[in-house]
């Protein structure tokens, strides 16, 4: 184990120094607790004195899309309340008669709606979220649902407003009393963040409006569009929360906190449901790049830099956490750092 964190350590300082990103935030560990964690680098290189720090909050980007849309769809589907396989529209009055209707929630969790590929709600709909709301929900289709795994943000829009239809809530809500608050996950919200909570927040991408680096404000377009709150990005968090929302998964009779969603939609999250169609995809989650079926490790990735990693068969979670977007939107380097880190922390 100590050659291992002495591996990562040095994988990841070399991220610093050959400017990845300003700074990483990590941990892995088992259904236990945290066997090893750490940080390198800096908050903000424009402040080189102030160090990344295990608290660090970050912009989580598209984890948003496990954190709360996955774990909102797991507890509606818990109760009940969601049929996978039913057409959106057969339930669903705001998509019935329309491309979206003949859709189903599990084509949407694997990427295999057909739904079109990038968000543009501005270009397309204009800044009102009632009428991005129409507009997305009414849009046609990009191909014929179940034809190809094509990964889109559209997913989980939508599935962020289905969970809204299906509770009564807005998804900021229905994540908070359903998952972050029953698991104790108390540093994890939709943005924009409060000033005491964004003084601590890694910046990200620089905003050519105001000239200054993203602090605390989602750097997704879509998200800052709609107010902060969408089933693409926008959510905040720290390495604890997500160390202890890993946890449950892996162990969740173990735990002493109970979410919406459990056993069953775990075991049904983490597992192909694309058949041969590549890549391979389970429920929003999907195998990690560079694994076999045996080692059972399962990824999901945000734009800003950050990942985190799930493996019930090793009985293993692993996160790293970084703010790469204030150098650049290349995503090789850190790529090639987040598969050598993997397997370190699977080891």
């Not at 998509?95 to 929630?105: E, R």
């Not at 009428?131 to 094509?150: D, F, K, S, Y």
């Not at 709609?226 to 009779?253: E, S, W």
């Not at 429920?283 to 734009?303: C, K, N, R």
Request: net charge negative.
């Amino acid at each position: 184990m100590t050659y291992d964190r002495d591996r990562i350590e040095a994988l990841l300082d070399e991220g610093v120094r050959d400017k990845v990103y300003p700074g990483a935030v990590w941990a892995f560990g088992d259904a236990t607790g945290t066997l090893a964690q750490g940080t390198t680098g800096v908050l903000d290189p424009d402040e080189p004195d102030v160090p990344m720090r295990i608290d660090t909050v970050f912009d989580a980007a598209s984890l948003t899309k496990i954190l709360a849309v996955w774990s909102s769809i797991g507890a509606l589907w818990e109760d009940g309340t969601l049929d996978l396989d039913q057409p959106l529209g057969t339930f669903w009055q705001e998509v019935t008669g329309h491309p979206l209707g003949a859709v189903t929630a599990r084509q949407l969790l694997t990427h295999t709606a057909g739904v079109p590929l990038r968000a543009q709600l501005k270009n397309l709909y204009g800044t009102d979220p009632y009428e991005i709301r129409r507009g997305v929900l009414q849009e046609q289709l990009h191909r014929t649902p179940g034809e190809a795994v094509e990964y889109t943000d559209r997913a989980a829009l939508i599935l962020g407003y289905l969970t809204e239809h299906l509770s009564g809530q807005r998804l900021d809500q229905l994540a908070t009393t359903r998952t972050w608050h029953p698991l104790g996950m108390t540093s994890t919200r939709f943005g924009p963040l409060p000033a005491s909570l964004a003084v601590r927040c890694a910046p990200t991408e620089l905003d050519q409006n105001t000239d200054t680096h993203l602090k605390g404000v989602a750097h997704d377009f879509s998200a800052r569009l709609l107010g902060g709150v969408c089933g693409i990005a926008g959510v905040f968090t720290v390495i604890d929360d997500l160390a202890t929302f890993l946890r449950y998964i892996l162990a969740r009779a173990a735990s002493q906190f109970q979410a919406g969603f459990g056993d069953e939609w775990i075991t049904c999250s983490l597992a192909i449901h694309t058949g041969q169609l590549q890549p391979a995809r389970g429920l929003f989650w999907h195998p990690a790049p560079g694994t076999t079926a045996h080692e059972d490790t399962w990824v999901h990735y945000g734009f800003t830099g950050t990942g985190m990693w799930i493996s019930p068969a090793q009985d293993r979670w692993a996160v790293l956490l970084t703010n790469k977007l204030y150098y650049t939107r290349d995503r090789a380097p850190l790529t090639d750092i987040r598969n050598t880190f993997r397997g370190l922390a699977f080891a």
